[in-house]
């Protein structure tokens, strides 16, 4: 790989949202990650290559400068700030949005929940939990991954009241 395809790599990773970006070409490995001041270029070992001599060199590749953003027009005032209350894990374990993988989730964003209404399980110690909103709102944010795992008192949805 020639360095006119290397920097053309390093300004197409800095305009994208990659975070990591691996190249291999025969015995070249090139590995770009995005917030790093250093990408590593190093020449992979081949069979006939002495066990000593398999540490891959790294050279140092200084990614170009991001350029200075255009000045913007004025943002809006933001609206002013919603009252919002969380649901909160009762527990640690694994917060599921489903009560079963070919089932719909409990809720989505955008819906609206009243008290007493199951909104996710957490599975704790092979036991299923249904956790059910002590509010009634309207979802504004799930803030947990299906599968994910869950501490105690960890803010799982975000819910503006109902006035």
Same mark, same amino acid.
């Given at each position: 790989? @020639?360095?006119?395809?290397i !920097?053309?790599?390093l300004r %197409?990773v800095?305009?994208?949202? #990659?975070?990591e970006?691996?190249v291999e070409?025969?015995e %070249? +490995?090139?590995?770009i990650r +995005?917030?790093?001041p250093?990408?590593s270029?190093?020449?992979?070992?081949?069979a006939g290559? &002495?066990?000593a001599?398999?540490a891959?060199? /790294? !050279?140092p /590749?200084?990614? &170009?400068?991001?350029?200075?953003?255009e000045?913007?027009?004025?943002?809006?005032a933001?609206p002013p700030?919603k009252?919002?209350?969380?649901?909160?894990?009762p527990?640690?374990?694994?917060?599921? +949005?489903r009560?079963?993988? *070919?089932?719909?989730p409990?809720v989505k964003?955008g @819906?609206?929940i009243q008290p007493g209404?199951? /909104?996710?399980?957490?599975e704790?110690?092979? #036991? %299923?939990?249904?956790?059910q909103?002590e509010i009634?709102?309207k979802v504004? +944010?799930?803030?947990?991954? @299906?599968?994910?795992? /869950?501490?105690y *008192?960890?803010p #799982? %949805?975000e819910?503006e009241p109902l006035?």
């Amino acid at each position: 790989m @020639d360095l006119k395809s290397i !920097l053309e790599l390093l300004r %197409f990773v800095n305009k994208s949202d #990659l975070s990591e970006v691996i190249v291999e070409e025969g015995e %070249f +490995r090139l590995t770009i990650r +995005r917030g790093s001041p250093v990408a590593s270029v190093a020449a992979l070992p081949t069979a006939g290559t &002495p066990a000593a001599a398999s540490a891959p060199p /790294v !050279l140092p /590749v200084q990614a &170009p400068t991001p350029a200075a953003p255009e000045p913007s027009k004025p943002e809006p005032a933001p609206p002013p700030p919603k009252k919002v209350e969380y649901i909160r894990s009762p527990m640690v374990g694994t917060f599921y +949005r489903r009560p079963s993988p *070919d089932k719909e989730p409990y809720v989505k964003v955008g @819906d609206i929940i009243q008290p007493g209404q199951v /909104v996710c399980i957490i599975e704790a110690m092979k #036991l %299923f939990n249904e956790i059910q909103s002590e509010i009634a709102g309207k979802v504004l +944010r799930i803030l947990v991954e @299906d599968a994910q795992p /869950v501490e105690y *008192d960890q803010p #799982l %949805f975000e819910i503006e009241p109902l006035s």
